[in-house]
């Protein structure tokens, strides 16, 4: 059977009453939990896992896919309305988001959030259809000796995100991953820099981080500059401010199209999943689109680059799960822990033996994405009111969402000591003119880049020429080399010319 | 304040660099030791930030006094935070956050003592129904804990 006809096949069982209603109960829970600072999409399908105990696998595993996708559309709602990322994917999405809500337009933010998040999870999607054990079979080619090259590539992009002097950059993407050094060595094991400390033996987690140098700091200078305002002031919200004109339209598509594709890829790829699809997605954005100069001072492009990525991330996630049992983020794991628990063995011969469940998860996921962007759309006009109400009582809730989203990410005191800490250096930083996003991509890869980095050696009997002879790995370094050479080499190039003229 | 993060980071890179050397090995076997990295990312932010404290006391005639100067609000919201800190052995997390909110609206917003109760409880009641009830995310209950 071709694959059209059994995602045919797949949406008369997507259909069925139980089935929709349990994407539709999903994709509401993973919107609130997504939207829920420091609960990201593992805790919260953790969580809600039990749920799904005494329900058929394919409802189940519909409804869990639901949470998970769900997730990514939350986690954009205090992103851009408080500056505190509901997950780790949605950080770049209040780089963009949180300016834009500033200048009294947040819900045109959340709009381009939940439409470049409708246009990334349909792409992802798509490409799961028609591409799921082609994808799979792909990201079995990505080896240590590729992730190595890939990662470089990414830190190498970092240079695009440094801001005017590229020192700050540098400074932040080192404390970044040096903070991300903390704790067990990946491949050997070995307690770095814990001195002691029994929290600290599995490193710094990124949520308390991510709230601290986000929301804490947030409040921090809100102090500091003796604000009392509200962003919206005595402005009545309408239906219409929050509708995005054409202009805006144009600007989002082509960008979320473009991270869904890419961010579908990296969510394949094992150990990487949406944070990193999106951070990835995003400085390709800021050097590609026409507006890439304006990112990080509210340009809705932005948001359609982290928005479309993680999304298209979460579903092409799947690809794997599906195929070879592989889990391609923590939260997959969760969903293969799901499988397992109904009798369901991953691989290939899923898609034939179990064919009902399989096309009627990729069916439930067409339908779950159109039923998030109709949810989300509608409570955005409310939701935008919060942003009515004074800083001086923002400013409490705020701190107490930091505070209870810390607890939340592992149900340790410890890292609630952490997003203070944050929060401070973050406030130092932000005053210094350090760049901040830098040092959470730098937070985020460095584990994955050292663990892979320490393994192609070992493969290779300790010589780094595996980086050179493994065809993928020497494409990503080539076009590594280029993007930091062409640009010096233009702009020379271009001096000498005027020089010339003159 | 001015020359603070570049000192600091210059003793963070210097802190990671000695670790990554002497204490877990630059290489071990035919593969990279736990040190490499913390040594060579150490080094680096060394030079850096060394490079960037040169910069400033270059450019120090040009920066302001505002620039350099500390502003003593930015230990409010830590003391804040401090107290919840030490009120949680008491009356557990959200009973810190609880009492936190109700002093911050009441004594530094000067918001009424019906506004400010209102509002703490309402914060209250929307995070223990949201991450206490729903989520199950076990807070811990201070004194609270052992009364009940």
């Not at chain 1, 391609?328 to 499988?339: D, R």
């Amino acid at each position: 059977m071709n694959n059209f006809a059994a995602l045919l096949q797949g949406f008369s069982v997507a259909a069925l009453p139980i089935n929709l209603l349990a994407a539709l109960a999903g994709g509401i829970m993973g919107i609130v939990v997504g939207a829920m600072p420091g609960i990201g999409s593992l805790a919260g399908c953790s969580l809600l896992l039990p749920l799904t105990f005494h329900m058929n696998p394919t409802t189940g595993i519909i409804m869990l896919a639901g949470i998970y996708y769900g997730n990514m559309y939350g986690g954009a709602f205090s992103a851009i309305l408080l500056n505190i990322p509901g997950d780790s994917p949605a950080v770049c999405t209040a780089m963009d988001g949180y300016p834009m809500t500033r200048k009294g337009k947040a819900g045109k933010a959340l709009m381009a959030a939940n439409l470049a998040s409708f246009i990334g999870g349909t792409i992802g999607i798509l490409i799961l259809t028609w591409l799921a054990p082609t994808l799979a079979r792909l990201g079995l080619k990505f080896g240590p000796a590729e992730m190595v090259s890939l990662l470089l590539f990414a830190f190498c992009s970092i240079g695009w995100m440094m801001g005017d002097d590229p020192k700050y950059g540098l400074a932040s993407t080192f404390i970044g991953a040096m903070l991300a050094l903390i704790g067990m060595d990946p491949v050997q094991g070995t307690i770095r820099f814990a001195e002691g400390n029994v929290n600290l033996f599995s490193g710094l987690t990124f949520i308390p981080v991510v709230i601290g140098m986000f929301g804490f700091s947030q409040v921090i200078e809100l102090m500091v500059k003796r604000s009392n305002f509200s962003f919206l002031g005595g402005e009545k919200i309408r239906v219409r401010d929050c509708l995005l004109s054409k202009e805006e339209v144009r600007g989002i598509v082509p960008n979320a199209a473009r991270s869904g594709v890419l961010g579908c890829f990296i969510g394949i790829l094992p150990g990487t999943g949406a944070t990193i699809a999106a951070f990835l997605s995003y400085m390709m954005g800021k050097k590609i689109s026409k507006r890439g100069k304006e990112f990080g001072e509210g340009a809705v492009e932005g948001i359609a680059c982290s928005e479309g990525a993680n999304n298209a991330a979460a579903a092409g996630a799947f690809a794997p799960l599906l195929s070879l049992g592989l889990p391609g983020s923590g939260t997959a794991a969760v969903l293969l822990g799901g499988l397992m628990m109904w009798g369901l063995q991953p691989g290939p011969k899923l898609f034939t033996d179990q064919a009902d469940f399989c096309w009627g998860l990729i069916s439930s996921m067409y339908i779950g994405n159109i039923l998030c962007i109709l949810i989300a759309i509608t409570v955005i006009p409310f939701v935008v009111k919060i942003l009515k109400v004074p800083a001086g009582i923002m400013v409490p809730i705020i701190m107490t969402l930091c505070v209870v989203g810390s607890y939340a990410a592992n149900n340790n005191m410890f890292d609630v000591y952490v997003m203070i800490v944050a929060g401070v250096v973050g406030y130092l930083l932000n005053r210094s003119k350090f760049p901040i996003s830098p040092l959470l991509l730098a937070f985020v890869l460095t584990y994955t880049l050292e663990k892979n980095f320490s393994q192609a050696f070992k493969i290779n009997g300790g010589s780094a020429s595996i980086f050179f002879t493994k065809p993928i790995s020497l494409g990503f370094l080539i076009v590594m080399v280029l993007f930091i050479i062409v640009p010096i080499v233009v702009k020379r190039v271009r001096g000498a010319s005027g020089k010339k003229a003159e | 304040m001015t020359y603070i993060i570049e000192i600091l980071s210059i003793l963070f890179g210097l802190y990671f660099m000695y670790g990554g050397i002497f204490k877990y090995g630059l290489w071990k076997g035919i593969t990279i030791g736990a040190g490499f990295f913390p040594a060579v990312t150490g080094a680096a932010l060394i030079i850096i930030a060394t490079l960037m404290l040169i910069q400033k006391l270059r450019n120090r005639k040009n920066e302001t006094e505002a620039e350099g100067k500390f502003n003593p609000r930015m230990l409010i919201p830590v003391g804040a935070m401090a107290a919840v800190l030490i009120l949680n052995q008491l009356v557990g997390l959200l009973g810190a956050c609880l009492v936190m909110n109700y002093f911050w609206l009441r004594f530094l917003e000067k918001f009424s003592w019906k506004t400010s109760i209102i509002t703490s409880a309402l914060i209250f009641i929307f995070a223990f129904l949201i991450f206490k009830t729903w989520l199950s995310v076990p807070f811990p209950m201070g004194l609270l804990d052992k009364v009940l």
